[in-house]
């Protein structure tokens, strides 16, 4: 059988181009934050996770530029060999302070962290304790590492306990679960799922990548901080994508622990270092992070305009109550005729679509900045409710 034949046997992505409306791989020519020109048309953005509208400020971009002067553009080798600059090791220590913990490593993209932490924590005679909507890289991750996982349903802590009970004392027991759910928008029910890991003896991994930044209103420290749970997190996994306005990732918990991951992560030991650029972007955005508390407060603002926008013209928005706001289409169609709406209409939505989401689930994922104007949350809204009314979703 040829090995080919299932790629060439794939038609679907080509009959959605060629009926124009294909969602994926969209070249952005320029522009950031709210708006930006795609196809040669002025755009509002609602598709990246630029939460806090760090993309563009002067202090970062000057900051990714002083360090590829000082140390070049990359450092051509794995962090584990010659490829550690002291900038990597500054940025982990400022990451341990900022979430209370002893030590930090930092990754060269955010996928690697949980597809190099998790199979070098977790063996074949250890469980792995996920819930269903974990991030891709979570569910990759545990498949690499060859441990059971065990799954529980989506953010409910009594179906956690049913699988907690059931669970061997003499084996290694981690819960990993996400912070704020990147498709969902909902946050983990921390309070609840610290008592049942007390309870029952086991270890918590909290992939917070849409949470810093984000959550607990002092400092942006998270899904943990927002709890007032942090010290009971043992590890916590962050991205640089999101909030942080650069790549790449890292963990933060126990010195001991970091230690070991950063001999045994396989996607670090292996992989070229942090390029620079994004290593000092990502030290500058922290810093901004914790001076500028005021983003999170115009970001807050613009996600609960939207949230009681989308819910009283009658679209349904699930359990969000974040700035990633999904807009439930259980028709894939109709979804597909939403999105091509909205972006004629110079708005571009994120189109989520099966394996990413159960079928019923199919949805339009809208991603808030603290960058968008009242007139772009005027705009989306009122074009959605042309949209939707047209196609029957409302």
Same mark, same amino acid.
């Given at each position: ?148 996982? &065990?799954?529980?349903?989506? !953010?409910? #802590?009594?179906? /956690?306990?049913?699988?907690? $009970?059931? +669970?061997?004392?003499?084996? =290694? ?122 983003? &999170?407060?115009?970001?807050? !603002?613009? #996600?609960?305009? /939207?949230?009681?926008?989308? $819910?009283? +013209?009658?679209?349904?928005? =699930? ?76």
């Amino acid at each position: 059988m040829d090995m080919f034949k299932k790629c060439y046997d794939f038609k679907e992505a080509g009959i959605a181009r060629k009926a124009g409306y294909y969602p994926y791989f969209i070249p952005v020519e320029s522009g950031h934050g709210a708006e930006a020109i795609v196809g040669g048309k002025k755009m509002i953005m609602y598709s990246r996770n630029d939460y806090l509208g760090l993309t563009a400020h002067p202090e970062i971009k000057e900051a990714a530029k002083a360090a590829v002067e000082k140390y070049g553009a990359s450092s051509t080798a794995s962090r584990f060999i010659s490829g550690t600059l002291d900038i990597h090791c500054g940025l982990e220590e400022k990451i341990a302070n900022f979430l209370g913990k002893e030590s930090a490593v930092v990754f060269a993209a955010g996928m690697q962290v949980n597809l190099g932490v998790i199979p070098a924590i977790a063996g074949a005679n250890d469980i792995l304790i996920t819930d269903k909507f974990d991030h891709a890289s979570i569910l990759d991750g545990c498949r690499l590492s060859l441990a059971h996982n &065990r799954r529980f349903r989506h !953010n409910d #802590t009594d179906s /956690l306990e049913i699988v907690l $009970k059931t +669970l061997s004392n003499d084996k =290694g027991r981690i819960i990993v679960i996400d912070g704020v759910y990147s498709m969902e928008g909902d946050i983990a029910k921390l309070p609840q799922i610290c008592k049942l890991a007390e309870k029952y003896d086991v270890k918590i991994m909290l992939d917070d990548a849409h949470g810093i930044g984000v959550l607990d209103k002092e400092k942006g420290r998270g899904t943990g901080a927002h709890f007032g749970l942090a010290d009971k997190i043992d590890l916590i996994v962050g991205s640089f994508s999101k909030s942080f306005a650069s790549a790449g990732g890292f963990v933060a918990g126990d010195f001991p622990v970091i230690d070991y991951i950063k001999h045994f992560a396989r996607s670090m030991v292996f992989s070229a270092a942090l390029p620079v650029a994004s290593t000092a972007t990502a030290s500058k955005s922290l810093d901004i992070i914790q001076r500028e508390p005021q983003r &999170r407060e115009l970001l807050w !603002n613009n #996600t609960n305009k /939207l949230l009681d926008g989308f $819910k009283s +013209l009658g679209f349904n928005t =699930g359990k969000s109550c974040t700035p990633i706001i999904p807009i439930i289409i259980p028709s894939r169609m109709k979804a597909v005729a939403l999105w091509q709406a909205l972006f004629e209409n110079g708005i571009f939505t994120n189109l989520i679509i099966p394996p990413a989401v159960p079928e019923s689930r199919t949805m339009l994922r809208i991603s808030v900045s603290a960058l968008h104007e009242d007139k772009h949350l005027d705009i989306l809204l009122e074009k959605s409710q042309k949209a939707g009314k047209k196609l029957g979703i409302i």
